[in-house]
């Protein structure tokens, strides 16, 4: 199983507000990314877990907070976002760094308003 | 710095014919390679990776790629177009030692038309 699970699909929130964007890998897999996607753009990385330890932080702002209960589960926290980041976030994993592939969520399409 | 360029925003072919999607890298060291597809609304799937050996790599759904370490190329190819195949065509690369950083291209729309 190749799989890896968002959700959700689609979600519309306020400036104000708090939501969590959920990602999950039955694979096995000890690294996990986030990414965020705008249309037609190749995605940029925001986050890595490897071993469930933060090990990249690409200067994202701090309305983004990720966390990583367990090896197979990977979370992106959302508050007081603003509207420039409505995107598509894409969750990815890997069995490791370099040379292995990554495999990628279908992504949650977030609009912000 | 490690980087990848995809001259070519768009790419239009007919149905059955051949299909190419240019790469090339700029790295320091040894580059390990990647091909990934993007159809609409979906996340990227992987289609085939080059890290060493063989120049010819083969991946999923017919695509192939050629590594050409002297003209820092990576092209993707398929010898038979499908209107399915059309879709956006991302390469990216990593190096040899380092992180779990990729560098992606812009990006290549292909259209294959019927």
């Known amino acids: 199983d190749t799989e890896v699970t968002q959700t959700p699909k689609h979600l519309v929130m306020g400036m104000t507000n708090k939501k969590s964007l959920k990602c999950e890998q039955h694979?096995?897999?000890?690294?996990m990314y986030w990414y965020k996607q705008k249309a037609k753009k190749p995605p940029e990385l925001m986050f890595v877990?490897?071993?469930?330890?933060?090990?990249i932080n690409e200067s994202v702002p701090s309305r983004f907070s990720p966390e990583c209960p367990n090896s197979s589960l990977l979370n992106l926290h959302l508050h007081a976002l603003q509207p420039e980041d409505s995107a598509l976030y894409l969750c990815?994993?890997?069995?490791?760094?370099?040379?292995?592939?990554?495999?990628f969520g279908p992504g949650t399409r977030l609009t912000v308003t | 710095a490690q980087s990848v360029a995809q001259p070519e925003d768009q790419v239009n072919v007919a149905e059955g014919n051949p299909l190419t999607v240019k790469c090339t890298y700029s790295?320091?060291?040894?580059?390990?390679l990647f091909w990934y597809v993007q159809y609409p609304n979906r996340g990227l799937q992987f289609l085939l990776k080059?890290?060493?050996?063989?120049?010819l790599v083969k991946g999923s759904y017919g695509f192939e790629a050629e590594f050409n370490k002297s003209q820092t190329s990576f092209h993707l190819k398929k010898p038979s177009a499908l209107v399915s195949d059309s879709a956006l065509y991302f390469c990216?690369?990593?190096?040899?030692?380092?992180?779990?950083?990729?560098?992606f291209g812009a990006g290549t729309t292909v259209t294959v038309r019927a």
């Open positions: 080059y890290i060493t050996g063989d120049n």
């Open positions: 694979m096995g897999h000890r690294a």
């Open positions: 790295v320091s060291g040894n580059p390990y």
């Open positions: 990216a690369v990593s190096v040899a030692v380092g992180d779990y950083k990729l560098s």
């Open positions: 990815a994993s890997s069995a490791g760094h370099r040379s292995y592939e990554q495999y």
């Open positions: 877990y490897s071993y469930e330890k933060l090990s």
